[in-house]
């Protein structure tokens, strides 16, 4: 499993999309069976269940044991594991949704600049700046007001200098500031460049 988790996680995705393969998974992981028995029970022609299980195989979800003229399929129990444990942690899930959101460059200096949801360090770049203010961003609903207090504790669970967060933020027109009140802007509102 020398994939990044991406791209480990958009495979195991793809492979559990089908039906027919998430009831093989479901049937293998009580006991190993035979193309033939998964077929009878799935109501599947055997070249059929075959082709599923060459898919699992791929990512060596089942372990083929061959008997005679016979082969015998069982889940792969640790490589589901160890998906598990590189791909759906919290953090890779959240660099993922990250990378998804992103366009090229952007993805690139949030890749650079982001740890999960850690904020490594505050860009000096301004146009870098802007497109961590704009992940930042994501995090306060439009409909809501919010107090400099709660401001401050969600940026602070991203980086620890959150007054200068909050600033600039503020500065690109993405929070309104009114009486200690702050409300996240809408983005046609924002600007490009800072005060």
């Known amino acids: 499993m020398d994939q990044q988790p991406p791209e480990i996680m958009l495979q195991f995705c793809k492979a559990m999309a089908d039906e027919s393969r998430l009831k093989i998974i479901g049937l293998l992981s009580a006991a190993e069976r035979s193309v033939q028995e998964l077929a009878s ?8 269940v075959s082709h ?14 061959a008997d005679g003229n016979f082969h015998w399929y069982r889940l792969n129990e640790e490589m589901l594991r160890r998906i598990s444990r590189a791909v759906f942690s919290r953090d890779n899930i959240a660099k993922l949704a990250v990378s998804a959101e992103a366009g090229g460059s952007e993805r690139k200096v949030l ?40 401001v401050n504790a969600i940026l602070k669970l991203h980086h620890h200098d959150c007054a200068t967060l909050r600033r600039e933020m503020v500065g690109y027109g993405m929070l309104t ?19």
């Open 177 to 195: 500031r009114d009486k200690g009140i702050y409300r996240r802007s809408p983005q046609s509102e924002w600007r490009t460049a800072g005060r």
């Open 111 to 150: 890749d650079n600049f982001i740890d999960g949801e850690r904020l490594l360090e505050i860009p000096v770049s301004r146009k870098k700046r802007l497109v961590i203010l704009k992940w930042l961003a994501d995090f306060f609903a439009p409909d809501i007001s919010y107090a400099e207090a709660q």
């Open 41 to 48: 029970r799935l109501n599947l022609k055997e070249p059929t």
């Open 52 to 65: 599923h299980l060459a898919v699992l195989k791929q990512l060596d979800l089942v372990k083929l044991r």
